[in-house]
């Protein structure tokens, strides 16, 4: 349970952690991707169970995989 882990997390000092109850997320719509061959949206590629898609979009839905560090600097500012 979330309780349980929240314990351990504190007794070990590890850090963080956010949960999202699956039933109350509203990623909301995807952004305007660029149309370029030297990006992917992330979301695209990642494989996971349909009924976790509301986690994986509210984390993953505004985040692309870049060619370059270059191509990745030129959308950041444009979009």
């Known amino acids: 349970t979330a309780a349980a882990l929240l314990r351990e997390l504190q007794r070990a000092n590890a850090g963080r952690?956010?949960?999202?109850?699956?039933?109350?997320?509203?990623?909301?719509?995807?952004p305007a991707?660029?149309?370029s061959?030297?990006?992917?949206?992330i979301i695209s590629r990642l494989k996971f169970a349909e009924h976790l898609r509301p986690?994986?979009?509210q984390v993953f839905r505004k985040s692309l995989v870049v060619r370059n560090l270059e191509v990745g600097s030129r959308f950041s500012k444009s979009h």
């Open 17 to 30: 952690v956010t949960f999202m109850p699956l039933n109350r997320l509203r990623p909301g719509s995807d």
């Open 33 to 35: 991707y660029p149309q």
């Open 37 to 41: 061959d030297d990006v992917i949206p």
């Open 55 to 57: 986690a994986f979009v």
